[in-house]
């Protein structure tokens, strides 16, 4: 099976940092998509079929949290994983987004062996920690 990502960021810097460490993942990758906003992100997510999501918080247009709320009430899109990757470190907030469902949280500046670690753990269950 190979994976879809979308990557949501308003840095193409930060974006292509995680495209890169995708490739030490050792997952087959199908197609790498980009959004700049949660926005964009949720114009692609009905769009193409999508299997995993990383995603900033702080983006113009709409933010990581817009985009996760407008995700957890899709019944369509609130199964799909939702990593966040992000400077913020506002522990309620972070809490608060592991209730709407995001599965992850990753802090910029990260190593990719990090990224590559938490793909494997949210992949490998597929429902979530408090799924069944
Ligand atoms: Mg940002």
């Not at 050792?26 to 193409?48: D, P």
């Not at 009430?73 to 592991?98: F, G, H, W, Y």
């Amino acid at each position: 099976m190979s994976y879809n990502i979308l990557i949501v960021d308003d840095s193409s810097i930060v974006r292509a940092i995680i495209k890169k460490s995708l490739a030490i993942c050792g997952i087959e990758i199908g197609s790498v998509y980009e959004a700049s906003n949660g926005r964009e992100a949720l114009a692609k997510l009905s769009a193409e079929w999508i299997d995993l999501v990383f995603a900033d918080i702080n983006m113009p247009e709409m933010t990581g949290i817009e985009m996760v709320a407008k995700m957890a009430e899709n019944n369509l899109l609130d199964s799909i994983p939702v990593v966040i990757v992000s400077t913020e470190r506002n522990e309620a907030q972070i809490e608060e987004l592991k209730k709407q469902g995001v599965r992850a949280y990753i802090k910029k500046p990260f190593r990719p062996e990090l990224l590559r670690d938490v793909v494997h753990h949210v992949l490998s269950n597929p429902g979530g920690d408090h799924g069944s």
